[in-house]
């Protein structure tokens, strides 16, 4: 029994099985979802819902089509028609639906609920099924939260642990919901989390202020009142604890903790260096050794600040006033020249502990070798009870007069101080090799922190979200932190918290603040200009925008590298920069005004533009121009670059030999796109189109707009007639035609006559076709396209192919070839094009009864196409498979047919799925696999209803004849489906074969036939 599982809450997704089921258009899928809710429907109903505007017998048509659509996309038959007017789910198979779950039992199916009910799917013109789903969303979500804060209340009784991922949950359907903050708190106050519950109350005050004018209820205050009192006592390291319990540097904490049990007991003295980028975890790392070395040693800890770095002894006057105070407080003792010296030199005078710069930097003559002798005094006399260490953090930012007294100190201290130092290693100070010397004298051991690598990252994240994260969530984590503690730390929280398309947190924009606070204006000028960007951006790219010469910036772009926030990075074409972290790239751009992320983008516009004119098959800048002309509130240029997109991955997904050439090929991804997915972008568009036609008809660039809906004219009626829409889609392209010539648009004109040639193959019709070749070949003549000369010789020699002159066919597909192997010289290569051409004449030989040559000329195809995984591949796999069959191949015969499916499953088209499911049939038939035969049997037959290709009928005949004849005499009782199913007897097959194949293009398969069959 195959199982269905439907997961309705959020974006629709149904798997059958284990698999993903795909189903082509949006009333297609629109009508399963209706019927698995419904069960049972009746035909009026549905046909009235969907296809309301056709008339009743097109209705009718279309709902059949559906129906044949859907059986063929499962295994089984999951609707049934037990009569002529009610159609019902097949309840033979188990169908399990979320939504259904959640109705039988809310309350314990809560988990079930994720989002809204058939979340972002939308289908035009079916204004019933749009008022039932926003119905049956309403009670979902009315439902959800009864139940929700019913249970929450339990669970609070109950000591509930999981309380918070409820609450959570339900604050992301329902953000206003007063009872979800209210137990939220609740459970925050009881378990001594203040900081949250203060937190949550003020996020909860201007959400509530701000959108409804009101203040939350008197419970929540009095809970945010009474935390208020206790906040102040919470002021240990837990939040460092926590971070430190899943932000491990045990490797590198072992190596510190070493070093301070040899200094507890005396085996050795070596203070630490630990250097690494700023958000790394050195802060976290050093406050674990502290609250790990607490009762050991006494610690005295300064912060050392860039503002500072100016000033002589800045942070030993901190570490002064610390000693000065314990001196006080203990009532110890001050050393020899405490007060007259170091005072006098470091502060204003003896009562004030204020430090005074100018006096440190006016006094010239004083003597180091006092203050060296009096704090080491000092240390002396603080730490005659307990060790000492003293932490200097940012170690980077203090003054080289500080930075020497501190080496003097290390190299000379006592066995009773340890000095701790942490240092941001991006400034480019080069501090650490300073301390270099000293790690040679075994007086300091420096320790490293680099970010966390991908298997970190997975784990880290893992620990803390548990199995709310999948690994595409992990891996965008990665992608944005880099693995540094910091933002990996931030980017988790906004996982956790439902924020995940924030780019950036709070936390992370007060840190970026102070961190980009101290760049000059060229720095940011650079900076503004880089974040702008689509992507990464080469440095030849920049300087054209900036309009300034390489020199004039290097000073700051080698800055801007060595504080780690851009990085540099070498390709063919040049020096490529980019942002260190994404979130940097993120907070400079949200600093932009609305008019200045215009102007940037349309001017960066403007110079991908020409790069376009260069190269007008590259789609990343095609990609690049919709992003930037999008951001510069450009509509007209930004839907004219959203259609150039949608023509290129059509071309590559709905062309039978795509009009690429190979350097599109290299330079592409899997362009693979599924019809549904074509069908909401054709939706989009046009959407848009509408809107801009509309609203902007009194402007001068209506040409530009006609222009743009030729091309999206152009890209429905091809997809269209890809998917069988002939009527509409010929219609469409017919359009096209017409319009072209109007405006002398001879690409498109051209373009136009291509579809029709090609529509004409896919019926099986010469007269459409030659009627197209020959006016085309005209335009094409005229306007000097020699490329598209290359095509129409091919396209003609499948027209002679077709009406049996197949001296002719070949002469011309040799003449496509020279014309493509001549053009190698001045353009690209087009390996599709010159393959294209070998798989006709790989035909030829095969209805020669040739058929070893036929497999060279077929190969030769695949190999020319191998890497591009074009649809073409596809039919030169299974040609291959035919002639494999043809000569008693099997074992290979298989290995192609499966190499064919591989691709097919990658493009939503109906092109020759019927023959590849039929030889498939007949593979697991020789195999002996009569279930898996029948079903592909199933499959193709199926087919039979869509197509409307004579050739792909007789393949389907073809099989059933050596199927039907086979069976007869086999016992296994598998095979007894496969005869119940084949009514017919085999010779009634073999006539239909005869009758729909193709006498020249198909006389291979009719010759097995009449060797097989006698008349």
Known sequence: MHNIICKFFGYPKIREDEKDIHIPSGKLTAF???????????RDEVAGMFWAESTEENAKISLRNALHKIRKTFKSDIILSPNKSILVLNEEINIDIDVKKFEQDPYKNLDLYTEDFLKGFYIKDAIEFDYWCTELNSFYRESFIKNS??????MFENKNKNI???ISKLLSIDNFNETAYTYLMKFYKINNRYDKVINEYHHLHKLMNEELGINPSKEIENIYNESIKFINRNKNNDKDKVAFEYYSREYEYSIIQKNLDDFQKERAIKSVFVTG?????????KNHIIEKNN???IFYEVFCYKIEERFSFSPWTKIIKLLENDFQKNNIKRPYLWDQLLKNIFFDSVSSIQPSVAIVETKENFNMDLIYSTLSNAFELLSFAKKMIIIFEDIQWADLASINLLIRLILNSNNRVLFFLTESNEMGKNI???????KDLEKISIVELKRFDRREVEIITKKILGDKITEEGIEEIYKKSKGNAFFLREYIELFKNNEKNQNISSKMYNILDEKFSNLEEQELNILRMISAFYGDVSLDLLLKILDVKAFDILKSINLLSRLNIIEEKKEDTGIILRFTYSAFKDYIYSKLSESSKQILNKE??????????????????????????KEAKEEIETLKYDVHILNYYLNFNHEIYPNLDDYDLTKQVKLQITNEKVLNWIYEIEKTLLYIKNSKKKEQNIKDIMSIELLFLYCKGRYLVRIGSYSEGVSVINRVIRYSRESQEQNMEIAGYKQMIIYGIQINNSKIMLHNIIKGIKVAKISNKISDMGVFYRLYGVYYLMIGETKSAEALFNKSISIFLALEKIESKNSISIAANYNYIGEIRKSEGRYHDALEYFNSAIDLCKKSEATCLSIFYINAGKTNFLIGNYIEMKKYFLLAEEIVMKFDSYWRVAVLDSFLSLIYFIERDYLTSLQYLKDAISERNIINNSRDIGIIYFVEAIISDKIKNEVDPNS??????????????YYNAIKYLDYVRDQAEIKYLRENFID
């Open 164 to 166: 918070e991922s409820l």
């Open 432 to 438: 650490e090799n300073i301390f270099l010397p000293l």
């Open 277 to 285: 980028e700023s958000g790394v975890g050195k802060t976290i790392l």
């Open 604 to 629: 960066i516009a403007k110079i991908l533009k020409i790069e376009l004119s260069n190269n007008t098959k590259d789609i990343t800048i095609y990609n690049k121009l919709r992003y930037h002309y």
């Open 32 to 42: 399963l979802y209706y019927i698995l809710m419904k069960k049972i429907v009746s």
């Open 976 to 989: 007894q489906k496969i005869k119940e199913f084949l009514t017919e007897n085999s010779k009634s097959y």
């Open 149 to 154: 804060e019913k249970k929450i209340k339990d």
């Open 295 to 297: 009762e050991k040693f």
